[in-house]
């Protein structure tokens, strides 16, 4: 395979200057940005985030499929560039994360999932952080592409808790039936061998080298080896960080997730 990700000379240059990161008013809500490529496990170590922190996911692909699903006019205009693996348009995307962290659940913190893709996304994130006084961490799984296309071409999703299983490594206890609910699992449509090669082409081309932007503009840039079988592995590592960044640097969490980051036997390992 020709594209490791963790080759510096294929990290492109967002040329655009980063914006000014000062926060005058940080209210300590935490915004945990989870970045990496389509199948690298943001969406499985998101959910683990939301159970520990108790901070809610904000899932721009979800909140997406949930427009194609109900049909609404942004579904429609959306659903051909979705199946085809391709971003949707900035405009769209900035509105639905600015409408989703106004939401009162979002007060004490939030953690981004899929947001932002794009030089413009990260632009338009970095000024809407600072203006409802949120501190972003920014946890940039890595994993090998190889290891990424084997992950989600056997990749399966409730359709009603959005629990995702994968043949190999976290297999449900029954063979196609999620283990929370007992629905029949299905494929995301977009997680067919093409569409997944189109969707690493565009993060390669639009959104690996945002890695470089955060370089630049967050102290708070976290790389995880993220190639681990075990989700629960690859959580611990994430812990580990959030708890020594945050040991520094306190943000307004609830009692419980506070002491569930500094006692090691509540940790997922
Ligand atoms: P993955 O991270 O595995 O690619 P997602 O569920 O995050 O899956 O995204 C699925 C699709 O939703 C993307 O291929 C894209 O079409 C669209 N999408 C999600 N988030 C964004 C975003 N921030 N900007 C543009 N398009 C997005």
């Known amino acids: 395979m020709s ?52 901070i809610p996911q904000i899932s721009t692909g979800d909140m997406l499929r949930e427009h194609i ?47 932002p893709r794009t030089p413009a996304q990260a632009q338009e994130m970095m000024r809407l952080l600072g203006s409802v006084g949120a501190r972003e961490v920014v946890i940039h799984l890595v994993v090998d592409y190889n290891i990424i296309i084997a992950r989600m071409t056997g990749r399966r999703v409730c359709p009603v808790c959005g629990t995702l299983y994968n043949a190999i490594s976290r297999p449900p206890r029954v063979e196609g039936v999620c283990d929370l609910d007992g629905e029949v699992l299905g494929i995301r449509e977009d997680d067919r061998e093409d569409v997944v090669r189109e969707r690493l082409t565009q993060y390669e081309a639009s959104t690996r080298p945002l890695i470089e932007f955060f370089r630049k503009s967050s102290e708070r840039l976290f790389e995880v080896d993220a190639s681990q079988d075990r989700p629960e592995t690859v959580f611990g590592k994430i812990q580990d960080a959030l708890a020594s960044l945050l040991d520094r640097d306190p943000v307004q969490l609830s009692g419980s997730a506070m002491a569930g980051m500094v006692t090691d036997g509540a940790r997922a390992r």
């Not at 809500?29 to 989870?34: G, H």
């Not at 405009?91 to 981004?112: A, K, T, W």
Request: glycine share 12%; aromatic share 8%; hydrophobic share 35%.
């Open 3 to 54: 594209s490791g990700i963790s080759e510096p000379e294929r990290v492109a240059t967002v040329t655009s200057a980063p914006p000014d990161t000062k926060r005058s008013a940080y209210t300590g809500r935490l915004a945990v940005v989870m970045f990496g490529s389509p199948g690298s496990g943001k969406g499985t170590q998101s959910k683990f985030l939301v159970d520990w922190l108790r």
């Open 69 to 115: 699903r109900r049909g609404t006019e942004v579904g429609k205009a959306i659903e051909a560039r979705m199946r085809a693996g391709s971003l949707v348009s900035d405009e769209l995307v900035n509105q639905l994360v600015y409408e989703r962290i106004h939401q009162s659940d979002c007060d004490r913190g939030f953690i981004l999932d899929g947001y």
